[in-house]
Every structure is written in structure tokens, then in C-alpha cells.
């Protein structure tokens, strides 16, 4: 069974400061196949990082992701107030599907 | 604009059977390869499965949990997805995203966008 561990759960912050959020796999992940999303409380998840750099259409460049093999990184720096949110990773594998981690929930501090 | 709108959502008692519906617009839903997600109350993102589009042969996968009780089909004549959920349980309670699997080069593992969901509340 593929699984994502995230960490922290939660990051408590000041806008402004810079968050970072791991996301480390129990196997390792194609990069390719390895994606972050921000979702808000009644919203549904948006793409920001996929294939674990690039950013998604319209996504800010302060929102960075990076890593490889088991260790993943999404650096959001400046934080703005509609950055506080939870934050997902996810990844894929031809055995075991689609899976995400249990998510950091950024706060403000 | 690329967008998904799910329907179908309701209160069940344990045992019984519904279908959800998710229609599809700005983009061409024949060639694409769809999800459904759910979200229990208060908790994380779980992939139920996916469909390939007709042209990729139109398999469908599933996660384990649900794999046997939950079915994924869809009308591309009308650009509708469904997933019907038989024997529901309890723990099946929470919101019900459909998605789209985003091709970008040769990976289409990242899902954008997303439906705003859909309540499936399975309760006595």
C-alpha cells in the first residue's frame, strides 16, 4: 500500500513569512506523477504544483514545489491571507492508483 | 473555462443505492479521462476511481474500498459522468468531487479542474 505522510499538520504563520510543507512517500515516486492542491473550507481542491515543480495555469510564483524520490517540498514564500488553507499532496502509481496525503493546514498566526 | 458540476447528492439509509451525475463543459469531454473524489467530514481526499476516455479504451479503475460496490460510467453524447454507490454504508458519508484528469505532455495524473461536490449523507 502506497502512503503520503505530511508534515506538519499544521503550520501556524504570519503573512508575509514563508511556509514550508513536506510531503514524504512510503515508496519512491515518479516525480511526474507527483502533485500539490490548496483547498478551502467549502471549496473544492485547486491544482497549484504539478509533476512536483511546475506550477499550475495562473498560479502565483511565490508557490514553489520541489523534491524527488521519497521527499517532497512545497515552499510558498511571502504569504499572502488567501494562502491560509490545507494543502494536499498527491501521487500516482499504476498498483495502487491515485493517493493524497492526510493534508497542512496553514493558519495564521 | 474548463468546468464540472455534480448533482445527485442525498440523504440514504444504509444498504441503498444512488447515483451521482457530473456534467462537463469548455472542454472536449470525450478525450477526457475523469475521477471521482470524495471527502468525509472533516477529514482528506480519497480517490474512489477513474475512467479512461472511449479512445483510450475506456477502462475503469477503483480504490480498494470501494472496488465491487461502486460503478463509474459515462454519456459522452451528453458529456455526463456517473458513479453509481450500491450498498452504502455509513463511513461512504461526506462530499463527492468529480475531476478531470489535466494531460500535460505524457502525464495525466494531476486533476484539474474540480467540481464544486456533491453531500451523500448515508445515515439510519
Known amino acids: 500500500e502506497f502512503v503520503l505522510t505530511q508534515s506538519p499538520s499544521t503550520l501556524s504563520l504570519s503573512p508575509g513569512e514563508t511556509a514550508t510543507l513536506s510531503c514524504k512517500a512510503s515508496?519512491?515516486?515518479?516525480?511526474?506523477?507527483l502533485a500539490w492542491y490548496q483547498q478551502k473550507p467549502g471549496q473544492a481542491p485547486r491544482l497549484l504544483i504539478y509533476?512536483?515543480?511546475s506550477r499550475a495555469t495562473g498560479i502565483p510564483d511565490r508557490f514553489s514545489g520541489s523534491g524527488s524520490g521519497t521527499d517532497f517540498t512545497l515552499t510558498i514564500t511571502r504569504l499572502e491571507p488567501e494562502d491560509f488553507a490545507m494543502y494536499y499532496c498527491?501521487?500516482?502509481?499504476?498498483?495502487?492508483?491515485?493517493?493524497f496525503g492526510p493534508g497542512t493546514k496553514v493558519d495564521i498566526k | 473555462e474548463a468546468q464540472l458540476v455534480e448533482s445527485g447528492g442525498d440523504l440514504v439509509k444504509p444498504g441503498e443505492s444512488l447515483r451521482l451525475s457530473c456534467t462537463a463543459s469548455?472542454?472536449?469531454?470525450?478525450?477526457?479521462?475523469m475521477s471521482w473524489v470524495r471527502q468525509a467530514p472533516g477529514k482528506g481526499l480519497e480517490w474512489l476511481g477513474r475512467?479512461?476516455?472511449?479512445?483510450?479504451?475506456?477502462?475503469?479503475d477503483y480504490a480498494a474500498p470501494v472496488k465491487g460496490r461502486f460503478t463509474i460510467s459515462r454519456d459522452d453524447s451528453i458529456r455526463k459522468l456517473y458513479l453509481q454507490m450500491n450498498s452504502l454504508k455509513t463511513e461512504d458519508t461526506g462530499v463527492y468531487f468529480c475531476?478531470?484528469?489535466?494531460?500535460?505532455?505524457?502525464?495525466?495524473?494531476?486533476?484539474?479542474?474540480w467540481g464544486q461536490g456533491t453531500l451523500v449523507t448515508v445515515s439510519s
Open positions: 475531476t478531470r484528469g489535466l494531460c500535460i505532455g505524457d502525464s495525466c495524473t494531476q486533476f484539474d479542474p
Open positions: 498527491q501521487q500516482y502509481d499504476s498498483s495502487s492508483g491515485f493517493t
Open positions: 475512467i479512461k476516455s472511449r479512445v483510450d479504451g475506456g477502462a475503469t
Open positions: 469548455g472542454f472536449i469531454f470525450s478525450n477526457a479521462w
Open positions: 515508496q519512491s515516486v515518479i516525480s511526474t506523477y
Open positions: 509533476g512536483a515543480s
